[in-house]
């Protein structure tokens, strides 16, 4: 069975750091990208970060350019999300997914149990 599990999310003050991990298992890792998403209460899921199953390329959505880096180790099958500078805004669950393309994740059927991340003033 395909599983992802994200973990590694905590209280923070901001302008801390923190670095969450999505292990992955069940399917070929080295062949889909993955994707970190987030959701705020009474926000809609919104697309954090995205890495290509070859590690070659990598998405950031605005807010995040500067301040985040997604990495990943496929000895370890595992993605991780550095988040630096973070601020109260950052403050969600995250989320973890997976896609043959980082254009197609969005629509996975693959996620992981949400880690949440809580930035405090």
């Known amino acids: 069975d395909v599983q992802l599990q994200a973990f590694g999310g905590g209280l923070v003050r901001a302008g801390g750091s923190l670095r969450l991990s999505c292990a992955a298992s069940g399917y070929p890792f080295d062949d889909y990208a993955i994707g970190w998403f987030r959701q705020a209460p009474g926000k809609e899921r919104e697309e954090v970060a995205c890495i290509s199953s070859s590690g070659g390329s990598t998405y950031y959505a605005d807010p995040m350019k500067g301040r985040f880096t997604i990495s990943s180790d496929n000895a370890k099958n595992t993605v991780y999300l550095q988040m630096n500078s973070l601020k109260r805004e950052d403050t969600a669950v995250y989320y973890c997914?997976?896609?043959?393309?980082?254009?197609?994740?969005?629509?996975?059927?693959?996620w992981g149990r949400g880690t949440q991340v809580t930035v405090s003033s």
């Open positions: 997914a997976l896609g043959w393309a980082c254009t197609v994740v969005a629509g996975s059927d693959y």
